[in-house]
């Protein structure tokens, strides 16, 4: 019988979550302690990828799910911290059913390798396992359409949860799915009830959340990460002897079944929100088009129609932002294979490296997290492999062997603030200002101006790195280029921050959506621009004429007490400058940490836009970051602040060599 192949695409997304679970959770086991529960959710994630597997006939995935669910199995009854090499040959496993589910995915059901590659893997884990058999047998012939009987740790003590949260929560179900996973990173959460689909759009009356945990935690350490979730009001925690009763019969007195409205969720392919996305731009410009028409329109009837257009607009914003809602991705969907990286990386480098992540529930716009996933990486493995220092290094400074690297995530206003902190080595600035020199980043005398924070910002120019040679994994400075234009792209910005022989800080600024932007319109040699709302400090206006007929590009401005670089945008771009005689407007825009004036012929205004990636040649003009469309119809080009501020200190460099050579 043919295998139901219209179940192939929900097997595929469903199979590839619980195996990068899978493998999270194995890395996970060389930090517990001894008799972790963590085991059960690994067995349970093993024995669900089979049965599945089962159901459409892909024999590959099954032969070596099952045998790693003997040695799963095996393993759990040892009560013991698992050998490395066990460890080991479990993630090769999980690496194999990875590539067994991404070929059934693509070559419909075809093998992935040959059957004596898969019959080979599946006999090394039934070897493992049968090695542990003397110790401790195990039953694993439970049939493979039954679901696993749970494995519960006798030694383990129950804890009961009762969790309030506040009568102003406006997303209890996503406060709880912050609860639900706060909880399981201590131990095994055999029971919650309401689930969160269940509080899914309920505003009123929230009924209390309870559980049950077992864990090694205390119940001090339970009830302060109920407490640090958001809008928790009160938690109270108690240890139980026996099983307690199913929480939803006890829950029934207290809370009414129609009360909990359970509302179905769909997966929905990211090309089909992306398509939407797309139209309600569109239908932004064309709203933004029917605004331009009705100026023209007689007085009489133009009040009317702009009225309309309002409530169309606000419609259409609201169509847009529910979309951007939809898209919003948890920061966890980039960390989870960090960890795995971590662990493979120290072990091949001999070091000992233990990756924290805070924040993993942040959420993010979706182009944001595929965008970020390359950058994120190279920064984590640049802290392991250069960061960090080796075991010996480490204890002949007095520091622990194992070293530490937090990548932490937080929500500010708008935007999302990205850290990745090691303790290490750290950089040496003026090891960095001698390798820019060297390597024609920046010239010897401008490099003797710069302080340490300035230095540090050198690491992000082409080819500037402490290390003379690099490794196959990476080097301090190779790639941080592309890692800072990647951030750049996404409307972000990111620093550096260092102190020698204690560690190094990246800091990333991001936005929580890249497709809507608040731009400052201005107008030069007739052409009108944008700039980010976010990096314009301010704004003024200064007459040149009081300044003699020197050179504009020498001129600075006092902005605040403060002396700003000022330049001419219409010279920078090889514009004709259209101003009239007279004061003419100033920005002074924020960046590489530090500030610079542009001039420019008019500002137009404020406007909200939707953003478009630029598209050859346009992607390779400095000072460029994206365009998106008027409601004249007129294409409108975004200005980068970091490439308009490279341009300026390109034009200084130029009229300095020129003024030298004179």
């Known amino acids: 019988m043919e295998p139901p192949r219209k179940y192939l695409p929900i097997f595929v997304a469903e199979a590839s979550e619980q195996l990068e679970e899978l493998a999270r959770e194995l890395v996970r086991l060389e930090a517990e302690a001894a008799g972790t529960p963590l085991w059960d959710s690994i067995f349970r994630r093993a024995h669900s990828v089979k049965g599945s597997a089962a159901t459409l ?15 799963i199995g095996q393993l759990k009854l040892q009560r013991a911290s698992p050998r490395k090499s066990d460890v080991d040959l479990l993630l090769e496993a999980t690496d194999a059913l990875a590539v067994q589910v991404r070929a059934a995915a693509s070559a419909d059901l075809a093998p992935a390798s040959a ?51 506040s009568p102003k929560c406006a997303a209890p179900a996503a406060r709880v799915m912050v609860l639900e996973r706060k909880l399981k990173k201590l131990g095994v959460l055999l029971e919650l009830f309401p689930a969160p689909a269940q509080l899914q759009g309920r505003k009123e009356a929230l009924p209390p959340v309870r559980g049950v945990l077992s864990t090694r935690a205390s119940a001090d350490e339970v009830r302060a990460a109920c407490l640090s979730v958001p809008e928790v009001d009160e938690a109270s925690v108690e240890q139980v002897s026996d099983a307690p009763p199913p929480l939803a019969s006890r829950a029934s007195a207290e809370v009414k079944p129609t009360d909990l409205r359970v509302e179905p969720t769909i997966r929905v392919k990211a090309d089909a929100l992306d398509q939407v996305l797309d139209g309600a731009g569109e239908l932004l410009l064309g709203i933004a088009r029917l605004r331009e028409s009705a100026r023209k329109l007689p007085e009489s009837h133009a009040s009317a129609f702009e009225a309309e257009i309002d409530r169309l607009r606000r419609q259409a914003r609201e169509l847009h932002g529910r979309v951007m809602t939809a898209r919003l991705t948890p920061f966890s969907a980039l960390t989870e294979r960090l960890p795995r990286a971590v662990r493979d990386l120290s072990h091949r480098l001999g070091k000992q490296v233990e990756l924290e992540i805070r924040g993993a529930e942040v959420e993010l716009d979706r182009a944001a997290i595929e965008a970020l996933a390359d950058p994120l990486s190279h920064l984590v493995r640049n802290a392991v492999d250069h960061g960090i220092e080796t075991i010996d290094e480490r204890l002949a400074k007095g520091k622990a062997a194992r070293g530490k690297i937090v990548l932490s995530a937080r929500r500010e206003r708008d935007r999302v603030l990205v850290d990745i902190e090691d303790d290490g080595r750290g950089l040496d600035a003026d090891a960095l200002r001698e390798r820019a020199v060297a390597c024609g980043a920046i010239f010897a005398e401008a490099a003797a101006t710069l302080d340490t924070a300035g230095c540090y910002q ?10 003379a040679e690099a490794t196959d994994v990476s080097g301090r400075g190779v790639g941080l280029d592309a890692v800072a234009r990647a951030i750049e792209a996404l409307g972000g910005k990111i620093e550096l921050h260092s102190q020698p022989g204690k560690g190094a800080r990246w800091s990333l600024q991001l936005p929580l959506a890249v497709s809507v932007a608040n731009l400052l319109l201005v107008q030069v040699g007739g052409e009108t621009f944008g700039l980010p709302l976010h990096r314009v400090l301010l704004t003024t206006e200064y007459d040149q004429s009081a300044r003699g007929g020197e050179g504009f590009e020498s001129r600075s401005l006092v902005v605040a007490g403060q002396l700003v670089r000022a330049h001419s945008l219409a010279k920078l771009f090889g514009l004709p400058s259209l101003a009239p005689p007279g004061p003419r407007p100033f920005l002074v825009l924020e960046a590489e940490g530090g500030r610079f004036a542009l001039s420019v012929d008019r500002l137009v205004g404020q406007e909200e836009v939707v953003m478009k ?14 365009l998106s469309i008027l409601g004249n119809g007129r294409p409108l080009l975004v200005l980068d602040p970091r490439g308009l501020h490279d341009l300026a200190v390109a034009a200084d460099a130029s009229a300095a060599a020129a003024k030298g050579a004179a």
């Open 458 to 467: 050198l690491a992000f120019l082409p080819g500037v790195s402490t290390k």
């Open 57 to 71: 006939g892909l024999t590959a995935i099954v032969d070596i799910a099952h045998a790693a669910e003997s040695l």
């Open 613 to 626: 990636p630029l598209f050859p040649p346009l992607d390779r003009v400095p000072g460029l970051t994206g």
């Open 115 to 165: 059957p004596g590659a898969v019959a080979q893997l599946a006999d090394r884990l039934a070897s493992a396992a049968r090695a542990l058999e003397p110790l401790a047998p195990l039953d694993l012939k439970r049939p493979t359409s039954a679901p696993p009987a749970p494995i519960a740790d006798p030694l383990l003590p129950r804890l009961l949860f009762t969790v309030l949260l």
